[in-house]
């Protein structure tokens, strides 16, 4: 406490009894940049209070150097392991990490570019409260995303939650390009909405955000339409536009957390079973030359992309979710709407974004379709209708 009040006296000027009515000392959460505390404000608003470790700036460098050396000296006994992008990533993300005003700008940037999503909460910013070392911010309570038992408490329905959260991710990565890279748990809460009652998931900890180039980002939906649609072909071509070479098998099991065999049949058609995992362990463990090379390969973009969907995955897995038919299908929409904005972006002819927009309209629908039979499928009353129905036509069955 004595190095939180030391930050919050050094930076706003005042000590804490002068800015808040009450102050927990014991912190909400605390990680290796900063640890969170729950206030009062005079006015008696609750709010969540970020404060960064005094030491973490110019420990950093340090961190960074003795890391540096470290991968060099991996480099010198094993020559088929390349970690220099890991230095690389984190010279340019701490230095973001560390600027709590560049993390009030990245949550109010998400909050207006996701705002037609009522399902999601990013915590507003006190501006006149915060600096480069402590962010001042709208306290919001909420169980944490994995945590079933919290969901079943509070009637909360599991699939309703995972749903939105890859709806909510897709738009990030296909549509706009900027993308909260660090969706761990205790960064992606989930509540009952005071005012509607309504599921809610609250999104935290604004720090690392990856900005997405537009050819990147085009062909990473290229990529996932056909990854989903299984076009082999396009898996290939898509693969090796963002780097992937001749490991382009590798890159879309890596992409996908699935075997290749599950790949080529179609990751939307077959559930992941614990053979397809132990499989995959397996294999990670065996191709670790390979992987270093593919992660040293790829544009930097895709580093804080694999660590987004791994963690996103883990949450599915704490769910039960994964892999569900549903979310891929959501996926498909942003990525048809991302590349149909494009197209429409470069043209000049009225007949041809006319043509486009009919296009987008036509392929969004089928997908609606496409989803509404696997529902159908899903029910148990679908075996009846069809015995009944054959009953009733045999001649046309």
Not at 99 to 128: S, T
Not at 317 to 329: D, I, K, M, N, Q
């Amino acid at each position: 406490m004595q190095e939180v009040r030391q930050v919050i006296r050094e930076d706003l000027g005042k000590e804490i009894q002068d800015l808040f009515v009450s102050f927990d000392d014991t912190p909400l959460g605390a990680a290796s940049l900063a640890q969170v505390h729950k206030a009062v404000l005079h006015d008696g608003q609750t709010v969540a209070v970020k404060v960064q470790h005094p030491k973490v700036q110019a420990q950093s460098s340090k961190d960074i150097l003795l890391m540096e050396v470290l991968v060099l000296a991996v480099k010198q006994l094993f020559p088929e392991f390349e970690f220099m992008w890991l230095v690389d990533e984190a010279k340019k993300n701490l230095p973001l990490e560390l600027d709590f005003l560049n993390e009030g700008r990245n949550a109010e940037k998400v909050a207006q570019m996701l705002k037609h999503f009522d399902f999601l909460k990013v915590p507003r910013i006190y501006w006149e409260l915060s600096t480069k070392r402590v962010l001042l911010m709208e306290f919001v309570e909420g169980g944490q995303v994995n945590d079933r038992d919290y969901m079943e408490r509070n009637q909360i329905d599991v699939n309703e939650i995972s749903r939105h959260l890859g709806k909510m991710y897709s738009e990030m990565i296909f549509v706009n390009g900027f993308v909260h890279c660090d969706p761990h748990p205790g960064n992606v809460l989930v509540r009952k909405c005071p005012g509607t009652g309504k599921a809610e998931i609250v999104l935290l900890d604004h720090g690392l955000y990856q900005v997405l180039t537009e050819q990147f980002r085009l062909d990473y939906c290229h990529l996932w339409q056909s990854l989903i649609w299984t076009d082999m072909k396009n898996v290939k071509k898509y693969s090796q536009r963002l780097g992937a070479g001749d490991l382009y098998p590798l890159f879309a099991c890596m992409l996908t957390a699935r075997s290749w065999d599950s790949v080529n049949r179609g990751i939307g058609q077959t559930p992941v079973t614990a053979t397809e995992d132990s499989e995959i362990r397996n294999n990670a463990a065996n191709y670790l030359p390979q992987i270093s090379q593919l992660l040293s390969h790829v544009p930097r973009q895709m580093l804080l992309i694999f660590k987004t969907n791994d963690l996103l995955r883990g949450i599915e897995a704490a769910l039960g979710t994964r892999a569900s038919a549903s979310s891929f299908l959501n996926m498909s929409r942003c990525c048809i709407r991302a590349l149909a904005e494009h197209q429409r972006k470069i043209t000049r002819s009225f007949f041809r974004r006319t043509q486009i927009s009919l296009s987008q309209a036509f392929h969004l629908r089928w997908i609606d379709l496409h989803e509404l039979v696997l529902r159908v499928k899903g029910l148990r009353l679908v075996s009846w209708v069809i015995a009944l129905l054959c009953w009733l036509l045999p001649a046309s069955y």
